[in-house]
T-cell receptor
């Protein structure tokens, strides 16, 4: 049981490049989400999904795309990276409904130069 | 809008002493959870303790306890017998039924435990 996995752990991009941050969970969780963590800002929600084929925006969605074709995977796409997207990105998952237990991945540190 | 405020950006405590981290929140919801997460230098988010809003009794997990004041919308974390391994960022977070599971985080408190 791997829990929530994220790849890569570290990434450096040049401005304008594109990339996909991968997130996978093996707990059959309906809910998955992406947060970004910036110094002094806490974690802020980018996008979330309550099931395959269903996604919605969080607090800071601009510059990011998501899709959810399977229950297990929830990739985050940066189409044209900007220095403002330098951050640590966390994926999280939980079962649907009013359950509290949320599982976080180990995070991806992204630097855009 | 729901908000979570942590007013102490940094704190320090001597090993074996007690420290209290503050958190206030704003919501009009009646059914919600409050959490404290620990983030050590490894970056992993670790759930320390949770509190259901409908429970009057304060949650306790070993050396960690909370003081939940629902009317005042306050949720502080007390760490007793502080250990060097408690050095970390601590985030207060909030989750309510209508939020689909989305957590709302405070900006964090950096706690340093000194030998």
């Amino acid at each position: 049981n791997a829990g929530v996995t994220q790849t890569p752990k570290f990434q450096v991009l040049k401005t304008g490049q594109s990339m996909t941050l991968q997130c996978a969970q093996d707990m059959n969780h309906e809910y998955m989400s992406w947060y970004r963590q910036d110094p002094g800002m806490g974690l802020r929600l980018i996008h979330y999904s309550v099931g395959a084929g269903i996604t919605d925006q969080g607090e800071v969605p601009n510059g990011y795309n998501v899709s959810r074709s399977t229950t297990e995977d929830f990739p985050l796409r940066l189409l044209s990276a900007a220095p403002s997207q330098t951050s640590v990105y966390f994926c999280a998952s939980k079962i649907a409904g009013f359950s509290y237990e949320q599982y976080f991945g180990p995070g991806t540190r992204l630097t855009v130069t | 809008a729901q908000t979570v405020t942590q007013s102490q950006p940094e704190m320090s405590v001597q090993e074996a002493e007690t420290v209290t981290l503050s958190c206030t929140y704003d919501t009009s919801e009646s059914n919600y959870y409050l959490f404290w997460y620990k983030q050590p230098p490894s970056r992993q988010m670790i759930l320390v303790i949770r509190q259901e809003a409908y429970k009057q009794q304060n949650a306790t997990e070993n050396r960690f306890s909370v003081n939940f004041q629902k009317a005042a919308k306050s949720f502080s974390l007390k760490i007793s017998d502080s250990q060097l391994g408690d050095t970390a960022m601590y985030f207060c977070a909030f989750f309510y039924g209508g939020s689909q599971g989305n957590l709302i985080f405070g900006k964090g408190t950096k706690l340093s435990v000194k030998p």
